[in-house]
């Protein structure tokens, strides 16, 4: 009898390039669910934030800036490692169309920073030293390189995996945590759309990793991967405190770093790991606003389907198509977000609020949008 592969994930597989029949049903939900997230950077609404980035202090155009500096590069150090060692690596077909759907978002991510940094940034010299970030800005170099050593590492696939959700669930966290602040206040409403989407996106890449890490037959020891966490945690602390100097009003680098230790504990525990820093969230609000993000996703996508039943009115049932593509969409995320709550439940980490109260929320032209296009279609 043959001997039986020591990761099955990673175990050549000949028949990876066909995706039926399904192996692994929470891969493909995954898959499913980042399908149904899609959008481009067409979708995001940039008029007003000019007008708002003038009326920004000095300080908070400077942190704002060096935050989408990182992101500017940090979705390619991303694509490099998902293009030359990920793909290649996993062979289970599920895994391998997420990565696929990965890469696809994560070169919209790009262009969306790119795009940003483009219409706020006026003088070319600094527009400049803002996309050459890994080589000019020092904090944001030291964050490159850490993920960077990882690709070429010679380290376990475990390790890497783990490494990689560091930087998008740690790296990631205190600069879409400091948008997200903007928009509490009600300022850069195009920037903080385009966040809103990104930072959903980044955390279903993370929640995506600590998937397979969990699928792993040799996963690392508990201290190896609170010293990676670690790692990941301290470079961020310095990120945030270099890109942001001075006290802002309800946000400090104290703060920030109370924050990014909060993540790193709930990444900790998707990983199966103990706590290491035991802090609270210092910014309720986020919790909040992360939601109210899945309810203006969906707001959004009525608006786009609005528009494309100019075109859809022709065929006779394209109002069911549409009414029911969006009414799909929402019962994806709400089937998979009820599973992951009970999932948290079930590990003694019950989130503070029910995913629930996303769609509950959602506003009554949604609802009025699915009647009248089922009706109008029978």
């Given at each position: 009898?043959?001997?039986?592969?020591?990761?099955?994930?990673?175990?050549?597989?000949?028949?990876?390039?066909?995706?039926?029949?399904i192996q692994y049903p929470q891969i493909w939900e995954m898959y499913k669910k980042a399908e149904a997230s899609f959008w481009t950077a067409e979708e995001v609404d940039l008029s007003q934030d000019l007008r708002h980035w003038d009326s920004l202090?000095?300080?908070?155009?400077?942190?704002?800036?060096?935050?989408?500096?990182?992101?500017?590069?940090?979705?390619?150090?991303?694509?490099?490692?998902?293009?030359?060692?990920?793909?290649?690596?996993?062979?289970?077909?599920?895994?391998?169309?997420?990565?696929?759907?990965?890469?696809?978002?994560?070169?919209?991510?790009?262009?969306?920073?790119?795009?940003?940094?483009?219409?706020?940034?006026?003088?070319?010299?600094?527009?400049n030293h803002l996309f050459r970030a890994v080589d000019t800005i020092p904090c944001v170099a030291k964050k490159a390189q850490w993920a960077l050593r990882w690709i070429d590492a010679t380290d376990s696939f475990a390790e890497r995996l783990v490494?990689?959700?560091?930087?998008?669930?740690?790296?990631?966290?205190?600069?879409?945590?400091?948008?997200?602040?903007?928009?509490?206040?009600?300022?850069?409403?195009?920037?903080?759309?385009?966040?809103?989407?990104?930072?959903?996106?980044?955390?279903?890449?993370?929640?995506?990793?600590?998937?397979?890490?969990?699928?792993?037959?040799?996963?690392?020891?508990?201290?190896?991967?609170?010293?990676?966490?670690?790692?990941?945690?301290?470079?961020?602390?310095?990120?945030?405190?270099?890109?942001?100097?001075?006290?802002?009003?309800?946000?400090?680098?104290?703060?920030m770093s109370q924050y990014i230790e909060f993540v790193a504990d709930r990444l900790l525990g998707a990983l199966g790991c103990g706590k290491v820093y035991d802090v609270q969230n210092p910014f309720d609000w986020m919790e909040l606003i992360s939601?109210?993000?899945?309810?203006?996703?969906?707001?959004?996508?009525?608006?786009?389907?609005?528009?494309?039943?100019?075109?859809?009115?022709?065929?006779?049932?394209?109002?069911?198509?549409?009414?029911?593509?969006?009414?799909?969409?929402?019962?994806?995320?709400?089937?998979?977000?009820?599973?992951?709550?009970?999932?948290?439940?079930?590990?003694?980490?019950?989130?503070?609020?029910?995913?629930?109260?996303?769609?509950?929320?959602?506003?009554?032209?949604?609802?009025?949008?699915?009647?009248?296009?089922?009706?109008?279609?029978?």
């Amino acid at each position: 009898m043959p001997a039986i592969p020591e990761e099955p994930l990673l175990a050549p597989n000949p028949d990876r390039f066909c995706m039926f029949p399904i192996q692994y049903p929470q891969i493909w939900e995954m898959y499913k669910k980042a399908e149904a997230s899609f959008w481009t950077a067409e979708e995001v609404d940039l008029s007003q934030d000019l007008r708002h980035w003038d009326s920004l202090t000095d300080g908070e155009r400077h942190f704002i800036t060096h935050v989408l500096a990182f992101f500017a590069a940090s979705d390619g150090i991303v694509l490099e490692n998902l293009a030359a060692r990920f793909t290649k690596e996993v062979q289970a077909a599920e895994a391998r169309a997420f990565y696929g759907f990965q890469i696809a978002i994560e070169n919209i991510h790009s262009e969306m920073y790119s795009l940003l940094l483009e219409t706020y940034i006026k003088d070319s010299t600094e527009k400049n030293h803002l996309f050459r970030a890994v080589d000019t800005i020092p904090c944001v170099a030291k964050k490159a390189q850490w993920a960077l050593r990882w690709i070429d590492a010679t380290d376990s696939f475990a390790e890497r995996l783990v490494a990689f959700a560091c930087v998008e669930g740690i790296f990631f966290s205190g600069s879409f945590c400091s948008i997200f602040w903007l928009k509490k206040r009600g300022l850069m409403p195009g920037l903080t759309f385009s966040n809103e989407l990104i930072s959903r996106d980044e955390g279903l890449h993370c929640d995506f990793a600590c998937l397979l890490y969990s699928l792993l037959r040799k996963k690392l020891t508990e201290e190896r991967v609170k010293e990676i966490v670690r790692e990941a945690v301290d470079i961020e602390r310095e990120f945030v405190c270099d890109a942001l100097p001075c006290a802002l009003v309800g946000m400090n680098g104290e703060l920030m770093s109370q924050y990014i230790e909060f993540v790193a504990d709930r990444l900790l525990g998707a990983l199966g790991c103990g706590k290491v820093y035991d802090v609270q969230n210092p910014f309720d609000w986020m919790e909040l606003i992360s939601l109210q993000g899945k309810t203006n996703f969906f707001e959004k996508r009525v608006g786009d389907y609005q528009k494309a039943s100019v075109m859809s009115s022709l065929n006779g049932n394209g109002g069911a198509h549409e009414a029911v593509a969006v009414a799909t969409a929402i019962t994806r995320h709400l089937e998979i977000d009820i599973v992951q709550l009970q999932t948290a439940g079930a590990a003694g980490a019950p989130p503070p609020m029910s995913c629930l109260n996303v769609y509950v929320g959602l506003s009554h032209n949604v609802y009025v949008f699915l009647i009248q296009k089922l009706s109008n279609a029978f």
